[in-house]
């Protein structure tokens, strides 16, 4: 397959500034294979999402990225170029990262993306490529969560934040492995609606009185966590994804009860995920996906946008609570 000199992508130069400032245009830039000292392969993109933590990394100056950077962490396209298996060329193929790509390595926000030729994962055959383009840093987040949790079927996992990306993928994975799901939010349409239900006295009302056993948090409010470790059953797991968006972000625990409780919080960053990490847990997600023990958002939840767009909506990403979007490529016949 025929691999352009030049391919367009969208670049940001991060700066420090007092005040932040998002400074993204679209370039045409050389497809560098140098760049890895590994057998690569290169990979013709076809969708890619947009995630707040995309917007985040453009944004601000991180010690030791890539300065000017192409930004974006998931993508799903076409094998065009493998230099130890040529034969695989034209698989369709998806993929995500923790820090490397964007802040290491050049992004997913452009035409095309090098990997190395080990950390390649079969697209599923039943997601589209705008789904297989955006599932990657959510499910891998909240994969991860459920790890940590050491989760056993039957236990019951109350969510915050279960109508978001994470929450949703959380959700889902804890489902297929057999727990009990209490899905909570400020919207209507789940199990606890927390707006109308700020105690969360409806949690045990659902559960026969019971406490959860484990507390899915994806919505980073101080306030929510303190109430939710007060209703955390003994020996209970409290995962949290995200820093508190509260004007005081401070959160109090109480160590005693914590102690007495034989309880644990434990933060999940998939930013530490690398390459090889990010291949098993995808892997692994690519057989749920096509048994159908997973499922993800619909297509028609993400709104597809090109280059031109995606420069124009991405300070939309970093609202949370915001829409989910793709970033799509036109795909070409060879």
Partial sequence: MHIPSHIPALLSCPTIHQTLQLDLSIEYLYVLLSSLSVPRAVIRVHAAGIHSSDYFNALHDHPGGLKPMIPGRDYAGVIVHHETQPDLVGNAVYGSSGRELSLQRAGTHAGYVVMPEDCLVRKPENLSWIQAGAVGVPFCTAYVMCERARLCAGEVVLIFGATGFVGNAAGEIAAAKGCRVIRASRRDGVDVNI??????????????????????????????????LEILGKGGRYIFISDMSDAVPEVKVDVGKILEMDQSIS??????????????????????FEKGSIQAPLEESFTAVDLEGAVDIYPEVGKRGGKKYVITFEIEED
């Fill in 195 to 228: 707006s109308l239900d700020e105690e969360l006295a409806s949690v045990l009302d659902i559960n026969g009185g019971k406490r959860p056993d484990v507390i899915f948090d994806c919505a980073g409010s101080a306030a929510l966590m303190e109430r939710g």
């Fill in 267 to 288: 933060g999940v960053n998939s930013w530490n995920l690398d390459l090889i990490e990010v291949k098993r847990i995808m892997t692994n997600l690519t057989e749920m």
